[in-house]
């Protein structure tokens, strides 16, 4: 790239960084939490789409019911309701001589939850470098920058040679991917895809699988038929927790290492998320419970499949119930609540990564960490369309929890590199 053009590109970011912030306090103060089976999406698209209209793209503005296909893609979650939740798509033809490109993005939010919050949770307050909201981080301020480029590409009067797709997507949360898989049908493919994820301003080419297991303990319980001499949920559950060392430590054994993670002291984590017996408080009763539930959640390596998986799973868990069979004299029930999600990658030398690496150096003065990111995600729908993927974005944090923030100059930062990579992959035409 030239450098006059470079220093164009770069000289818009820094002299609109205020539009960059504008972009995501309006985004996290319209509310687009996904609440499986339903979400609350379609405001904050209609806005996305409002945007793209006075650039002068035409978004695609879709229900996913009406994408052929979808319904019976081996991918495809049923159990969702998609009224009133749109997906956005939007292309710029370029001249024909440059490779096409893909920015995408999910623009559903978890919930705001029960946290208490010390900042309006949609307020888009800024503090110093950081501003505050939900999906601030995850991931309105990747939305927002493409939205930039796409801004800034028309201010700037600049054509490219090569198609570039925008994209908006729903209910990527808690697991689903089927607004992702739907634009992939509907048409929106390329030469390569930027997914804007807070990657901490590395280039992530590859993300964990992820299984979630609800796992339902049952016993007799109250006060006065328990004598201690019979095995209660609470004997369950310590027994279940002092064997799950074991499980963690088998996964680290046997799953396949992949290079991308090579450098994480745990590239294959298993841990609890939710232990429930029952409501809190004065107002219950005192008295051992009869039911304890139990969220595990697992991650994989690419290359692992959902056979393999649960069948380790399963021999661990039967293991463990046969070797405390008075502690469980009935087998605990094991459901799967959110769907199968696989690990998936593309090489560390794709001339995608290679480029973005280019790209981002100039801008970060060092080379970007090529790395696996830490959890699943969408990305492996482009893989297995045969499209080359990776994860960029900025850093932030309190991703899920409340008072989740993203720190301002890295989206600066990593809009910078975003917006000479498209410049660079597309193409500028004469």
């Not at 309006?26 to 945007?51: D, H, K, W, Y």
């Not at 978004?59 to 997906?87: C, I, K, M, S, W």
């Not at 919050?117 to 981080?137: K, P």
């Not at 301002?408 to 004469?430: I, M, N, Q, Y």
Request: charged share 20%; glycine share 10%; proline share 7%.
């Amino acid at each position: 790239m030239h450098p006059d053009l470079q220093q164009r590109l770069t000289g818009h970011v820094d002299s609109n960084q205020h539009r960059l912030t504008e972009l995501i306090a309006a985004l996290v103060s319209r509310p687009s939490e996904n609440t499986p089976p339903i979400g609350q999406e379609g405001p904050c698209q209609q806005f996305v789409a409002s945007i793209l209209r006075t650039a002068g793209w035409g978004p695609d503005v879709y229900e996913l019911t009406a994408v052929p296909g979808l319904q019976e893609h081996p991918v495809f979650e049923a159990g969702r309701d998609y009224t009133g939740r749109p997906n956005i798509g939007a292309r710029k033809k370029g001249s024909g001589s440059g490779r096409s490109l893909i920015l995408s993005g999910h623009i559903d939010t978890v919930p705001r939850g029960t946290q208490p919050w010390t900042r309006d949770a949609f307020g888009g307050q800024v503090e110093g470098n950081m501003l505050y909201g939900r999906g601030s981080n995850d991931m309105k301020a990747g939305v927002a920058m493409n939205l930039f480029i796409v801004e800034a590409l028309e201010q700037l009067k600049l054509r490219l040679a090569g198609d570039l797709i925008f994209e908006t997507v729903v209910d990527e949360e808690f697991g689903g991917v089927n607004g992702t898989l739907a634009g992939r049908l509907r048409g929106y493919t390329a030469h390569a895809a930027v997914i804007s994820e807070p990657s901490f301003l590395r280039i992530c080419a590859a993300q964990r699988g992820g299984r979630t297991a609800h796992i339902t303990f049952s016993a007799k319980g109250g006060i006065l038929n328990y004598d201690g001499a019979t095995a209660g949920v609470v004997d369950q559950l310590t027994c279940f927790l002092a064997e799950l060392r074991g499980f963690s430590d088998q996964r680290r054994r046997t799953a396949p290492p992949h290079p991308l993670y090579s450098g994480t002291t745990d590239p294959v984590p298993v841990g609890i998320t939710k232990i429930f017996t029952g409501p809190w408080g004065t107002s219950e009763p005192i008295s051992t419970p009869d039911e304890c539930k139990v969220e595990l959640y697992w991650q994989l390596m690419p290359g692992e499949t959902q056979a393999d998986a649960e069948r380790e799973f399963f021999a661990w868990f039967d293991s463990m119930l046969a070797s405390a069979p008075q502690t469980f004299p009935a087998r605990p029930v094991v459901e799967f609540p959110i769907r199968w999600l696989p690990g998936s990658a593309i090489l560390a030398s794709d001339p995608l990564v290679t480029a973005l690496s280019t790209c981002a150096e100039s801008v970060l003065k060092q080379a970007p960490p090529v790395v696996g990111i830490e959890g699943p995600c969408d990305m492996f729908v482009f893989h297995q369309f045969g499209i080359p993927a990776v994860l960029w974005g900025p850093r932030g944090g309190n991703t899920h929890a409340a008072d989740e923030y993203v720190e301002l100059d890295s989206v600066v930062a990593a809009t910078k590199a975003l917006l000479l990579f498209v410049c660079h992959w597309c193409g500028v035409a004469e």
